[in-house]
């Protein structure tokens, strides 16, 4: 659980509150959070983020300290300030859960509040949902690509700073990745770690079997590094070394780290295979994504598992999602921005997920008071401030989106774009009201030009 | 500053130390941090993110948490989990100052120590310093591409979680850039914050005009954003609005976050300026990056100061450095690795900065205690696990790397590639080593093979 600090907060979002406040308007306001589009490199997005920002909310305060350095701002009256170290969030969240499918225009989250109170939440509940779902969304294909073989994330090290190594090895393992190399993602989330030696390791030693030598003594059912010098020369030596050793023999796989993996790794297996050691796996790292690996997989049955580091730790073909936090509704009314690119649909809403014949998925985006048929996404999660659905255990958000990910058409499981295996329509009274809100906003546009 | 758990390190960092104990390997070694190859996308690197590792080296300590997780790995006996509850780091760091233009192959640090000290440092070391470094490489782009006008990072929300947000806050300001949006990053660095408003706020209230009727109530000097509905029309209103306040009229300036920026800031320059309102400035954002800044610059010198989010807070181009440590020494002994693709050279090494008389910058790569012309770049930072160079102040680093960046050749501080203006040359000495490393190397591959 990260539980940040409240300022982390744009500076807009407490001018705005004071100017709400001062204006006295305390209207109730929905805030939606949703992707516009879906980017060519992704069938589908799975949704995360969402657990951390209901923790964040419900532990929302100032502390004084962070009161005096918006009193050195010199833009805040004390009144102000006093309503700030008394701030505590008192409105309701639903969201879609974490480890769900999820499409354009949909709210992955929607915050209803007085307004001042859901402008706040503004920085925080974007910077979570959209790292974290744009985390799984890439491990999601990276564990689609392996069919079945198991991915280890190796990646904590080049991610963009700690939170996003950790909450990134947590929305891997959401999405389905099996462990990670972090011993702290380890221990904050339980995730089964994963990792033996580096290069330096067999370097720093004279030989390679000396190296081999130490990491087996301390570490009897190691993986060995293979490809320091020479990748088939060293499975020779492990040969031998098997055959010397007998029964003590007990190291467990090589891992392959450069060169041609897809050939490297068929002849080490044809090798293993002849000297009888069918136990020892062999691992594939070095620079993988998704499409090397569908490669791999194609190519060679003798890789058994995969160590993903940078292109997933980054999301290094879509490092960003175009996502939103957009207010929908005030006092009631439905609020949208019209503008060709951007235009957005108002009100509180809903998603009720249904499956064509066919397998597409016909979502409907509706008001949030509708009722249709097929699955409601949304579920309220805070009301009035607190909590109402407890922290889901990360192993039930893995094993729904396991299962969501299963149910999904076969082409959106594959890499290449599949955009036609779904279909997000809107139901009659969100497209009247949308219709009715762009009148009046139209009306008012012409008697304000 | 961020201190960071000591538990942020790969468990092969951890099972090779145990290793290492267990063989008696208690040799000093020398990591070294440095990017392998420019992406075309940058002329240079700035370097960022060496204070924090400084920092979290010399507070890094296990707590009874952390050995307790080590335990229940069931990899590690007690005698090498008392070790590590006692563990502090004794050896030293030589590193390039932050906010000084780097090349590959320059170490951007070099860590000397026990070699399964050094080991432990890998994943802490290349995350924070990849991160950093990347991000002020690219903000360097965005503000030379200004030229001169101000920047402000409207990006923590698009930011991969928190800890992105802040250092990149940090590290863009290191690169030149004027302000943040965040407030969490204003408080930790006492970077100026800035912000006034969201079309949000445009939408709560029933008209555009009571809007900013509301927001200049509260904040007399605010800066208005005008394009929520009609651009023009606002500003045309914000016209009237000057006129009929009078002296009282105090609004800094108007903000554009869409449409074509160059035609609707020239325009509203022009009946900004005919009304007289000369001193009402022009801010623009909305999806910039250092391409669209520069087509702007170049197109209107009406847009007075930019605000960029995602593609910086991202480096959304390259979202990744491929930035290793590597073993290059051990005992004295040069290490390398042999690869066509990934040769690393062997030894310590320092780094003399010397500018050619076209402006081109000729470094050259030598062993550490080597003696040329031009500025030494790596300074020693730690000794003996603890910190010799005091933490610079943020506004030091600041002016160090505008005056460093002031100094490259023309063509580097431009948007298209120009690596022919930067030439990394190694010594002699080094190629001497170099050489004898890897003839040891290819004799022992060979009698491995």
Do not use: W
Request: net charge negative.
């Amino acid at each position: 659980m990260i539980a940040p600090p409240a300022l982390f907060a744009d500076l807009y979002s407490l001018t705005m509150m004071r100017a709400y406040r001062e204006a006295g308007m305390g209207e109730e306001a929905v805030f939606s959070l949703y992707v516009r589009k879906l980017p060519p490199e992704r069938n589908f997005l799975l949704s995360c983020g969402v657990e951390d920002v209901l923790d964040a909310v419900s532990n929302l305060r100032f502390t004084d300290d962070d009161i005096a350095y918006l009193r050195s701002l010199g833009q805040f009256p004390e009144s102000f300030l006093d309503y700030m170290r008394g701030f505590s969030f008192k409105g309701s969240i639903r969201a879609i859960p974490e480890g769900t499918p999820v499409f354009p225009d949909e709210p992955l989250l929607e915050v209803t509040a007085p307004i001042d109170q859901a402008q706040l939440l503004e920085a925080m509940a974007i910077n979570l949902v959209q790292s974290q779902t744009l985390f799984a969304s890439k491990a999601a294909r990276i564990v689609l690509a392996a069919q079945g073989r198991p991915v280890a994330d190796f990646g904590s090290r080049r991610a963009h700073g700690f939170d996003a190594a950790l909450s990134g090895a947590r929305a891997f393992h959401v999405a389905g990745v099996g462990a990670t190399s972090n011993l702290l993602a380890g221990r904050r989330y339980g995730i089964p770690v994963i990792g033996t030696m580096a290069h330096s390791f067999v370097e720093a030693f004279a030989t390679e079997a000396e190296a081999f030598d130490a990491m087996e003594a301390s570490f009897p059912e190691t993986v060995l590094l293979v490809d320091t010098y020479d990748t088939l020369a060293a499975v020779r030596d492990l040969i031998v070394r098997a055959k010397t050793r007998g029964p003590a023999f007990r190291v467990r796989g090589i891992r392959l780290d450069s060169g041609d993996l897809a050939a490297l790794a068929r002849d080490a297996r044809a090798m293993l295979d002849e000297a009888g050691l069918t136990g020892v796996s062999i691992f594939a790292s070095g620079g993988l994504d998704e499409h090397e690996i569908a490669r791999l997989v194609a190519q060679s049955p003798a890789i058994d598992a995969f160590g993903v580091g940078t292109a997933m730790s980054v999301s290094n073909d879509v490092p960003a999602l175009d996502i939103v936090y957009k207010l929908v509704s005030i006092g009631g009314r439905g609020v949208m921005k019209l503008s060709s690119k951007k235009k957005t649909l108002p009100g509180a809403k809903q998603v009720f997920r249904r499956f064509e014949d066919d397998g597409t998925i016909a979502d409907l985006l509706c008001l949030a008071e509708e009722q249709h048929p097929g699955e409601p996404l949304l579920v309220e999660m805070m009301r009035d401030g607190g909590r109402i659905t407890p922290r889901p255990a990360l192993s039930d958000i893995r094993d729904r989106a396991a299962a969501a990910i299963a149910g999904l058409p076969e082409n959106m499981r594959g890499l290449a774009c599949s955009h036609a295996s779904f279909r997000v329509t809107t139901s009659p009274k969100l497209e009247a009201l949308t219709r009715s809100v762009e009148d009046h906003v139209a009306r008012m546009n012409k008697s304000e030009a």
